[in-house]
């Protein structure tokens, strides 16, 4: 168990002081997952976008909009608001006024891109540049804290010490929690696969109910426990929260080839 905590925090120590959510691993479960309830329209229409990708696969591109900040940091520094909103100060209620002043905010991104891709008139390029956010875009937005406060940027500020290791909790979330789990990707596919789905299946209406994800999502960071009471931590804060960042997982990657589908039906 020590040795578990501790590269537990070494991890979590070495992670950028703005985080990303979920970290590569948690975005390529998501993706995966999304895959299994694709239909063969939809798995068509992305097959045909991903030809030519170096990994042409949803959980390949998973994690392209947080590689953005070195591989194209012009684009990246534009697009850096679409990953979050902060709405727990208001009581986890939406306001686009308020809480996405220029459409720059996960919500909105989520649904501009998605227009993007479901229409066929447009480029493939851009179409695939759409796809890469949405697939992205719908993961942060069901980790909790990129729905959270504004004042401590989403848990980046709010420091922790995890045996003698200094981290923070949005970095504990982001991928802490997984990677102390001591599970490769394939064994989190076979146990998050397990869990009932999260949602039902039919298809929404187009624009994807990125409002609700986003107020669901700041909910659970309000609830009692979710900030530790002390700065000093052990195991059982991930025993206690491990079980929610699952479900959270798994109800993106089902959310997300809901969405898809819909986005992808003609």
């Given at each position: 168990?020590?040795?578990l905590?501790?590269a537990?925090?070494?991890?979590?120590?070495l992670?950028?002081?703005?985080a990303f959510?979920?970290?590569?691993?948690?975005?390529?479960?998501?993706?995966?997952?999304?895959?299994?309830?694709?239909?063969?329209?939809a798995?068509?229409?992305?097959?045909?976008?991903?030809?030519?990708?170096a990994?042409p696969t949803?959980?390949?591109?998973?994690?392209?909009?947080?590689?953005?900040?070195d591989n194209?940091?012009q684009?990246?520094k534009k697009?850096?608001?679409?990953?979050?909103v902060?709405?727990?100060?208001?009581?986890?209620?939406?306001d686009?006024?308020?809480?996405?002043?220029?459409?720059?905010?996960v919500?909105?991104a989520?649904?501009?891109?998605?227009?993007?891709?479901a229409?066929?008139?447009r480029?493939?390029a851009?179409?695939?540049?759409?796809?890469?956010?949405?697939?992205?875009f719908?993961?942060d937005?069901?980790?909790?804290?990129?729905?959270?406060f504004?004042?401590?940027?989403?848990?980046?500020d709010?420091?922790?010490?995890?045996?003698?290791?200094?981290t923070?909790?949005?970095?504990?979330?982001?991928?802490?929690?997984?990677k102390d789990a001591?599970l490769?990707?394939?064994a989190?596919?076979?146990?998050l696969?397990?869990?009932?789905?999260?949602?039902?299946?039919?298809?929404?209406?187009?624009r994807?109910?990125a409002?609700?994800w986003?107020?669901?999502?700041?909910?659970?960071?309000?609830r009692p426990?979710?900030?530790?009471?002390?700065a000093?931590?052990?195991?059982?804060?991930?025993?206690?929260?491990?079980?929610l960042a699952?479900?959270?997982?798994?109800?993106?990657?089902?959310?997300?080839?809901?969405?898809?589908?819909?986005?992808?039906?003609?």
């Amino acid at each position: 168990m020590a040795r578990l905590l501790f590269a537990l925090a070494l991890a979590s120590f070495l992670v950028p002081h703005e985080a990303f959510a979920w970290g590569r691993l948690g975005h390529r479960l998501v993706a995966a997952l999304a895959w299994d309830d694709l239909t063969p329209q939809a798995r068509a229409q992305i097959t045909s976008l991903l030809e030519g990708e170096a990994d042409p696969t949803l959980p390949g591109i998973a994690s392209w909009a947080d590689e953005l900040r070195d591989n194209d940091p012009q684009l990246g520094k534009k697009t850096s608001r679409w990953h979050y909103v902060n709405i727990a100060e208001d009581d986890c209620h939406y306001d686009a006024a308020k809480h996405c002043a220029n459409g720059d905010c996960v919500v909105e991104a989520i649904r501009a891109q998605t227009a993007i891709l479901a229409d066929t008139k447009r480029p493939k390029a851009e179409r695939l540049q759409a796809l890469k956010f949405v697939v992205h875009f719908v993961g942060d937005v069901h980790q909790p804290l990129h729905a959270g406060f504004g004042r401590d940027k989403g848990g980046n500020d709010f420091q922790l010490n995890l045996d003698s290791r200094g981290t923070n909790l949005h970095s504990l979330w982001d991928s802490g929690m997984l990677k102390d789990a001591g599970l490769e990707e394939a064994a989190w596919l076979q146990r998050l696969r397990s869990l009932p789905l999260a949602v039902k299946l039919p298809s929404p209406p187009l624009r994807p109910p990125a409002t609700q994800w986003a107020e669901a999502s700041c909910r659970i960071v309000l609830r009692p426990g979710f900030y530790p009471a002390k700065a000093s931590i052990g195991p059982d804060y991930a025993q206690t929260w491990l079980p929610l960042a699952e479900e959270q997982l798994r109800r993106g990657g089902t959310q997300l080839a809901v969405m898809l589908n819909a986005a992808l039906a003609r």
